[in-house]
């Protein structure tokens, strides 16, 4: 059974950063897709970072030279976000495609209040 378990979401003030990361756990042995997204209130799902095995990460428009995508090994990704924004307010989701199959976590919440 996979799961994925996201991590370091809190309150952080303007221009201030917060890394998140996503464990992923079962028997894979690495992701076709994975990445982030976020939902903010009243708002839809959108995407921040998402990595395509042989094709790079794209970055939602959003958060481009600000947001880095990092993986440390086959099955723990994190999401570096820099200069954060009140816009940027919202739960984080982490997201992957193994084997045709999509997965997501449970979300963690990222507010960026002074």
């Known amino acids: 059974q996979v799961q994925l378990v996201e991590s370091g979401g809190g309150l952080v003030q303007p221009g201030g950063s917060l890394r998140l990361s996503c464990v992923v756990s079962?028997?894979?042995?690495?992701?076709?897709?994975v990445g982030w997204y976020r939902q903010a209130p009243g708002k839809q799902r959108e995407l921040v970072a998402l990595f395509r095995n042989g094709y790079g990460t794209d970055y939602g428009d959003n958060v481009k030279a600000r947001f880095a995508m990092l993986r440390d090994n086959a099955k723990t990704v994190h999401l570096q976000m820099n200069s954060l924004k009140s816009e940027d307010t919202a739960v984080y989701y982490c997201?992957?495609?193994?084997?045709?199959?999509?997965?997501w976590g449970q979300g963690t919440q990222v507010t960026v209040s002074s």
């Open positions: 997201y992957a495609q193994i084997r045709a199959n999509d997965y």
């Open positions: 079962g028997n894979i042995f690495g992701f076709d897709v």
